[in-house]
């Protein structure tokens, strides 16, 4: 329901389009797909023992939690821009050049 809520608005609402424009949009249209691959490893991973260690120091659970964002929120969308910019962005180009290349030298049938 959210996905088509989000597609309705960018269709209808110049404001959401405005918002969807603007530099931190397009960063997170960016980074969306090594973002959604890398969030399971911080969340599952170095998240969960870093609460299990605040809980276990005596930091109440509900102070922990936004500890825990703050700190790991950056970190994620930070590798997530260097995965972006060393692995994705240069498959997507060679792709696109193989697909090119591809379709300019066709073997005869």
Not at 22 to 36: D, E, I, K, N, R
Not at 40 to 59: F, K, P
Not at 90 to 107: I, L, M, V
């Amino acid at each position: 329901m959210a996905a088509l809520a989000i597609n309705i608005l960018a269709l209808t609402s110049e404001a959401f389009q405005w918002i969807l424009a603007s530099a931190a949009g397009q960063f997170l249209g960016q980074v969306s797909y090594t973002l959604y691959l890398l969030h399971v490893l911080i969340v599952h991973w170095a998240q969960r023992d870093t609460y299990e260690y605040m809980i276990g120091e005596g930091v109440d659970a509900d102070e922990a939690v936004p500890y825990i964002f703050l700190i790991y929120t950056p970190i994620l969308f930070l590798a997530s821009w260097i995965l972006e910019v060393i692995v994705d962005r240069p498959s997507k180009q060679f792709a696109g050049e193989f697909d090119r290349q591809t379709r300019r030298n066709r073997p005869a049938p």
